[in-house]
C-alpha cells in the first residue's frame, strides 16, 4: 500500500516542472490527484501519465489568483475523488528585472500569483478541512530568494518572503484542527528556471529530487510536524529558521553610541547561506 492509499491531492502549477514531478510520485503513492495549471494541454498530458501508470488524476484549467478560482480548484476535488486531504502551492511566475526598472505591473502580477494565489486557493482547502474535521496537509512555496535574497527579483523576493509570513501564521491556526502546514522552498531546474543557472545544475537539479521532500512532507513518515521550512535542491535538504542573537537591554538611558559598542552581542556573524552546494 503507498504512503497516500485513499487520499486527494490538489497540486497547482501541476502541468510541468515541479508541479508535474509532485504529481506523479504523489499518485504513484496513491493519492488521487487534481492537476491544476493554466495550460490546458500540460493539464491534461500529466492527468494522461498519471492515469496510464494506473493512478487517479483529474484536471482543472483554473488561474489561481481569485478566491473564486479557489473555489472551483476545490469544487473538482470534491466532485471527482469526494474530498481532499493535501493542498501544494506550487503555481509561480517569474518577472526579472532590476528594481530600478521594475515596471509596476511586473511587481503586481508576481505577488498576484504566488501571494494572492496561495491565499486564494487555500482558503476554501483550509475552511473545508476545519468544517469537516479533516485532518490535512498544505504546502506552501517560498524561495531562497525571499529568505536570503536575489538580485533583480525584488518582485519575486517580496511574494516569497510572503509566503512564508502567510505560512507561519496559517500554521498556527491549524493547530487547533489537525492541519499541517509547511514551507518548501525548491530548487530545481525548470522551465522558469532556464537561463539562470550553470549548465552543471541544470543536468543535476532535476524536479524529481524534490519530489520526495513533498511526499515526506505530506505524508505520515513527518508525523505531526508543522510550521517548517525545508530548501530542497538538486544537492541537499536542509531546515531553514529565522535565529535571534543574544541581544543587550534596551534602558531608557539607551543611545545609539550604545548600540554600536555593543554591536557584537547585537549582531550575529555573518554567515552566508549556501544554496548551491
Known amino acids: 500500500m503507498g504512503l497516500l492509499e485513499g487520499q486527494v491531492a490538489i497540486i497547482t502549477g501541476a502541468g510541468g516542472g515541479l508541479g508535474r514531478s509532485y504529481a506523479k ?13 493554466m495550460n490546458a494541454a500540460a493539464a491534461l498530458q500529466v492527468v494522461a501519465e498519471i492515469s496510464a501508470s494506473g493512478g487517479r488524476a483529474v484536471a482543472c484549467v ?16 470534491l466532485q471527482a475523488f469526494g474530498g481532499v486531504d493535501i ?23 508576481v505577488l498576484r500569483v504566488h501571494l494572492k494565489g496561495s491565499f486564494c486557493v487555500t482558503q476554501p482547502v483550509f475552511r473545508w478541512l476545519k468544517d469537516n474535521k479533516r485532518p490535512g496537509v498544505i504546502v506552501n512555496t517560498s524561495s531562497s530568494s525571499g529568505l536570503g535574497g536575489s538580485f533583480g527579483q525584488t518582485n519575486y523576493g517580496a511574494a516569497k518572503a510572503g509566503i512564508w509570513g502567510f505560512s507561519n501564521c496559517l500554521a498556527l491556526e491549524g493547530l487547533k484542527y489537525g492541519i499541517r502546514v509547511w514551507t518548501l522552498c525548491p530548487a530545481a531546474a525548470t522551465p522558469m528556471t532556464q537561463g539562470l543557472m550553470t549548465p552543471e545544475m541544470q543536468a543535476n537539479w532535476s524536479p524529481d529530487r524534490v519530489a520526495p ?18 530548501f530542497a535542491s538538486g544537492s ?23 548600540l554600536a559598542a555593543a554591536a557584537d552581542r547585537v549582531f550575529l556573524p555573518e554567515q552566508a547561506l549556501d544554496f548551491n552546494g
Open 25 to 37: 510520485l504523489l499518485a504513484s503513492e496513491g493519492a488521487a490527484i487534481v492537476v491544476n495549471d
Open 62 to 77: 483554473m488561474d489561481v489568483a481569485s478566491v473564486a478560482c479557489g473555489e472551483a480548484i476545490l469544487q473538482t476535488a
Open 87 to 109: 493542498l501544494v502551492n506550487n503555481a509561480g511566475i517569474l518577472r526579472d528585472k532590476s528594481f530600478a526598472n521594475l515596471p509596476e505591473a511586473q511587481w503586481d502580477d
Open 213 to 230: 521532500v513533498v511526499l515526506y512532507m505530506v505524508s505520515r513518515l513527518s508525523g505531526d510536524k508543522t510550521n517548517k521550512t525545508l
Open 236 to 258: 541537499k535538504v536542509m531546515e531553514l529558521k529565522m535565529v535571534a542573537s543574544s541581544g543587550v537591554p534596551n534602558g531608557a538611558a539607551f543611545t545609539a553610541h550604545d
